[in-house]
């Protein structure tokens, strides 16, 4: 498993690459607690998408992506598409996928098939993801 570089302009690239089906793009970090705890949930979820896609982004420096590499292992993400930071200007990435973030984690960005995006700072279980999720996975 490799992290696809993720620099600027990759919020959009992904956003035009995924156009006209829902796409939850998920920042994450090893370094941020409810990510890890959360990283299972999103494994379950990801394993039961239909109709709409899902990527994950990491936040971490190189110097911290085995340990990425091996938690993503370790709750079955394997098979998922996956994004490093690869740009030392952070701020910048934060800004292209919202200009309120600030990096605060974790941070999901729910992005309609038309292109409207929604974000929500927080884990999986705040309201928002959850209604968004009811309204396009199939059991």
Sequence with gaps: MDFKPYGRGAF??????????????????????PCLVELPQ????????????????????DDERARAQARIEKVGL???EHYGFAD???EKLYFE????WRGELPFTALVAP?????????????????EWLEKRVRK
């Design 114 to 130: 038309d292109g409207g995006v929604v974000t929500v700072t927080g884990a999986v279980d705040d309201p928002l993801i959850v």
């Design 78 to 80: 394997s098979r998922a």
């Design 88 to 90: 030392a200007f952070v």
């Design 42 to 61: 999103w494994a379950k979820i990801a394993a039961e998408k239909k109709g709409f896609d899902i990527v994950f982004v990491n936040t971490d420096g």
């Design 97 to 100: 996928a919202d200009s309120a």
């Design 12 to 33: 959009g690239q992904l956003t035009k690459a995924h156009a006209g089906k829902p796409l939850i793009v998920h920042y994450w970090s090893v370094t941020c607690p």
